[in-house]
T-cell receptor, first 114, second 115 residues
Framework: NAGVTQTPKFHILKIGQSMTLQCTQD?????MYWYRQDPGMGLKLIYY???????DKGEVPNGYNVSRSTTEDFPLRLELAAPSQTSVYFC?????????????FGDGTRLSIL | KQEVTQIPAALSVPEGENLVLNCSFT??????LQWFRQDPGKGLTSLLL?????REQTSGRLNASLDKSSGRSTLYIAASQPGDSATYLC??????????????FGTGTQLKVEL
């Protein structure tokens, strides 16, 4: 059981380039989330999705876009990378019916923008 | 706006000690509270989840308590071991108007258990 899988694990991007961070889960969870974690800070919610075709903004959505065409996949896109987007990005998922179930996290994507 | 604070930011203890990590939150209207462990270069592993109606949860050497009215939670680790060295994050869960739920995280306590 793979859980939540994120690719790539590491990446270096130049300012102004675009990139898609991939996230897939095999637990048939309806809810999926993208967080970013900056050094010494807690995780902040970027975008979330409650099901295929439905997405909504979190706390820090500027500079990012998401799509949810399938239950399994929730990619995060950076259109014009900026140094402020250097961070560790975590994808998470949780079941639909019961919010008392914990969110399951991937191992993260460490992204540097130079 | 919900804010979550964890004290201390870092803690170093000798092996075998019992220790307490603290978490406080500003808005008591939470759905539940979750404690996570994060190892360097890894994602988050859920340790304990406490419902808003509960006072505590236990798993092995870990015990988490919740005082919702005062906005506080503690994570108690008994007989600490070097393998417990990690960053411990506290997060409170809110239900979002559009469905789904959101976790608001503290900045974590970095724990080192020394031999």
């Amino acid at each position: 059981n793979a859980g939540v899988t994120q690719t790539p694990k590491f990446h270096i991007l130049k300012i102004g380039q675009s990139m898609t961070l991939q996230c897939t889960q095999d637990m048939n969870h309806n809810y999926m989330y993208w967080y970013r974690q900056d050094p010494g800070m807690g995780l902040k919610l970027i975008y979330y999705s409650v099901g295929a075709g439905i997405t909504d903004k979190g706390e820090v959505p500027n500079g990012y876009n998401v799509s949810r065409s399938t239950t399994e996949d929730f990619p995060l896109r950076l259109e014009l990378a900026a140094p402020s987007q250097t961070s560790v990005y975590f994808c998470a998922s949780s079941p639909r019916q019961n919010s008392n179930q914990p969110q399951h996290f991937g191992d993260g994507t460490r992204l540097s923008i130079l | 706006k919900q804010e979550v604070t964890q004290i201390p930011a870092a803690l170093s203890v000798p092996e075998g000690e019992n220790l307490v990590l603290n978490c406080s939150f500003t808005d008591s209207a939470i759905y539940n509270l979750q404690w996570f462990r994060q190892d360097p270069g890894k994602g988050l592993t859920s340790l304990l989840l406490i419902q808003s109606s509960q006072r505590e949860q236990t798993s092995g050497r870990l015990n988490a308590s919740l005082d919702k009215s005062s906005g506080r939670s503690t994570l108690y680790i008994a007989a600490s071991q070097p393998g417990d060295s990690a960053t411990y994050l506290c997060a409170v869960r809110l239900i979002l108007t559009g469905g789904g739920n959101k976790l608001t995280f503290g900045t974590g306590t970095q724990l080192k258990v020394e031999l």
